[in-house]
């Protein structure tokens, strides 16, 4: 990593049985400053840091050997993440405590597949199976510390294409 204010170079050696042979996801926050990776190894880890300072802010750790497909955060306090096989999972982590609030099999079985958050309130994501008609409108609900995921499959036209990606707008339409 470079940070392009100071010239500095912060290396992360995933090159270690440990942390893996690289990383297999990486994703950004849209308004903070911090970003989170998943090691490529038998058993992953997440961890999210803080971007210049190279800070790490919390490890998420899902105790299973399942690699990770596609990482996403919300708006606030949320990563989500998609699962690789067999089980094809969305987990909701909140990385400012470090834990795992939910987990949810998915119906979309696949290792194409992307995973995006709506950009504000309530929170919502899509999953989506490139090369395919297969999406899930995902709501979360939240009250106190009880979470909730409503998978929502969306049915395509038979005369409608395949699917090679899509995005949130600022209004919150996919």
Known sequence: FLNV???????????????GEGISVFTG?????????AEKCRNPIL??????EFIEIC????QSSEDYLQLSFTEGDFLVSLNGDPAFSVIVWNWRMG?????????IFGRFQLLRCNLGSPILFSQLQTGRK????????????MYA????????????????????????AL
Not at 8 to 17: R, T
């Open 99 to 107: 834990t795992k609030v939910i987990s949810v099999a998915t119906d």
């Open 59 to 62: 490890q998420l750790d899902k």
């Open 47 to 52: 961890r999210v840091q803080k971007c210049s």
């Open 29 to 37: 926050h849209r308004t903070l400053p911090i970003f989170a990776f």
């Open 149 to 172: 995921l409503q998978p929502h499959r969306l049915n395509c036209p038979d005369d409608c294409g395949v699917f090679s990606d899509f995005l949130w707008t600022y209004e919150g």
């Open 134 to 145: 297969k999406v899930n409108l995902w709501e979360m609900y939240c009250c106190g510390k």
């Open 5 to 19: 204010l100071t010239g500095e170079k912060f290396f992360y050696h995933a090159s270690e049985k440990e942390v």
